[in-house]
């Protein structure tokens, strides 16, 4: 049976300020073995792209980053121990879609396959509008901007929670893609893990 995880409340009024968030911003490649608490979790994510203001009749619902023509293409997958889990930012919550580990699949330098936690950037190319879905060079292009948006987004909460993060480029793709059981229109464009960081 799969697991539905209700996330606690993100915090948003966390205090260490966003020019030294910039400031301590880094590629950190060592991390605690320990798991991210529920509460550092539900915090990462809603970095990632969480809810900042509710869908009305009139308008699509906004993210905390970005995307060409609030397109909202690209979905946050979260690899850990226990599973693959798709973020669902509207309920603030994770939807389990394996029970399997498939953390060693995350990148192709072995290293980044001991973090605790792994996210799984996909585009969802049908939710593109006629625009941008010009063609798939076009689609690539704003997958990769859109999904340089969120990443910032971690390693800036990563900076300010002190947790150490890496995006990879590095990717087994169609073997990514094959594990998770993602459609043709779903496309694995980059990786990021995640860990407590060893440094004080």
């Known amino acids: 049976m799969k697991t539905t995880i209700k996330l606690p409340t993100p915090q948003k009024d966390l205090k260490f ?5 910039l400031e301590k911003r880094r590629t950190k490649r060592k991390w605690k073995d320990d798991p991210l608490s529920d509460q550092e979790l539900s915090n990462l994510l809603w970095a990632t792209c969480g809810i900042t203001q509710e869908e009305t009749n009139k308008s699509k619902s906004k ?3 970005p995307s060409a023509s609030n397109s909202q293409e690209i979905k946050i997958y979260v690899a850990t121990k226990k599973g693959l889990f798709l973020y669902d930012e509207k309920k603030h919550q994770l939807l389990q879609v394996l029970s399997k580990d498939i953390r060693e699949n995350i990148g192709t330098q072995k290293m980044m396959r001991s973090a605790p936690l792994g996210l799984v950037y996909v585009s969802d190319y049908l939710k593109m509008g006629t625009y941008l879905a010009g063609n798939d060079s076009r689609k690539w292009f704003v997958s990769g901007t859109d999904t340089g948006f969120i990443s910032q987004n971690v390693y800036l909460y990563c900076a300010a929670a002190n947790l150490s993060t890496v995006i990879l480029g590095l990717v087994n ?3 990514l893609h094959e ?6 229109c779903e496309k694995v464009v980059y990786t990021q893990v995640v860990g407590k960081s060893i440094d004080k």
């Not at 300020?17 to 968030?21: I, Q, R, S, V």
Request: charged share 40%; hydrophobic share 40%.
């Open 179 to 184: 594990v998770m059981g993602l459609k043709e």
């Open 17 to 21: 300020p966003l020019m030294k968030a």
């Open 63 to 65: 993210r905390t980053a």
């Open 173 to 175: 793709r169609d073997k």
